[in-house]
């Protein structure tokens, strides 16, 4: 394991440099400029950044069209059907449900996402981005789930005016899926187990896991991370804490795991485990109950044990807009959690009591960042 470095300190807010202020001033001022623009769009070089400009600026105004035209792609079947082989327009209209005219019009606008391909005129196959996205059953369970947080985003000033108390479309789903049993449990614990995939693997890949003697998933769900674990590393004794209604639908675990039913907020971690994970578990929750966590976890863990952070953060560069832009209205809608920068959770870990911490690289943030603690 990489040596852990000591906890950076956390940036108090302040005022910008005067400089900085006027020079912002003045950059957004010739940027906003219509005969700035009108001119830039001309000259060379300029040309090619305006138009690249321009570009980024249409996809933040019809961004919410290209969603729903990978929705449609998806809850229409039309990227399985087009990861079979080449289909005309009767082909998808038959298999859609479609008009033709209506598979049409989907089509294209597939082509120009990238998610479907005109390889013959008037016949389409999978798009490069398409044929990431189809394989990706992780992916593809989150894009479903979206009708809620799009239900909830139709409105984003009210999202944001109202109460974080009263409930939304996806504020009911995650609470019914943590307080009841039955179907929504196992709906919600079902869409976490799919997209889990990707995370355990950039996690495992990020930290060597191997050289733990026993392992704790805290909020481990129905065990996708541990069954993920466990075998790249048979020799690990492992265990997962979680609520009882969504233990008790737990199945087809390795016998070495052990069932730890409990509330974080109630129940006192279980002891003997040297490491203890954190799996999209911290930024669904508030400040102080993400500290009540983290205390926990120091107060269970040994000296020299280990607590690892997995989840995808915010800050982090290269894919800033999935940290704020994303989980923070995400995480709004929810009506409980924000998305952290590893310097955030460095700062609260430290808080709760662990003397180092490290973020490690991972080669895809915008899946997971992944941070170690220790005391
Ligand atoms: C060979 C050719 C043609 C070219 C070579 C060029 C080349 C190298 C191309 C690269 C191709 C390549 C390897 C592409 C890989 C693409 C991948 C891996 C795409 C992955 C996409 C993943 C996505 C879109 C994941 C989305 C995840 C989402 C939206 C997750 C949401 C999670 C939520 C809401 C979690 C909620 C949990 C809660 C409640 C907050 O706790
Ligand atoms: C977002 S899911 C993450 C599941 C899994 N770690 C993953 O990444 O797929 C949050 C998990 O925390 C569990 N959880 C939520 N509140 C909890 C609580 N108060 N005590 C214990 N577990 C809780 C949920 O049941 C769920 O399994």
Known sequence: MPDAMPFPDAT???SPPEWRRRWTMWRNRVLGSRTFQHWAARLPVFATVSRHRAARAFDLVAGFCYSQVLMGAVQTGLLDLLAKGPCD???IAR?????????????????ALDLAEEVAPGCW???????????NAGALAMVRHHTLLYADLADPIALLRKDRSEPTALSTFWHYATEAEGETATRYSHLMA???EMVAREAMAAYPFDRHRRLLDLGGG??????????????LELGIFDLPPVLSGAASLPARVALHPGDFFATPFPQGYDCMTLVRILHDHDDDRCMQILRSAREALPPGGRLVIAEPMAGVRGARAMGDAYFGLYLWAMNSGRPRTASEYAAMAREAGFTRSQSLRTAMPVITSVIVCSY
């Open 12 to 14: 108090p807010a302040r």
């Open 89 to 91: 327009a009767d082909a």
């Open 95 to 111: 298999s859609t449900g479609l008009s033709r005219d209506a598979a049409t019009r989907l089509a294209r606008a597939a082509a």
């Open 125 to 135: 196959m999978l798009g490069q981005q398409g044929a990431a996205l189809q394989s």
């Open 194 to 196: 799919t997209s889990q």
């Open 222 to 235: 129905h065990g996708a991370f541990i069954k993920a674990l466990a075998p790249a590393c048979p020799a």
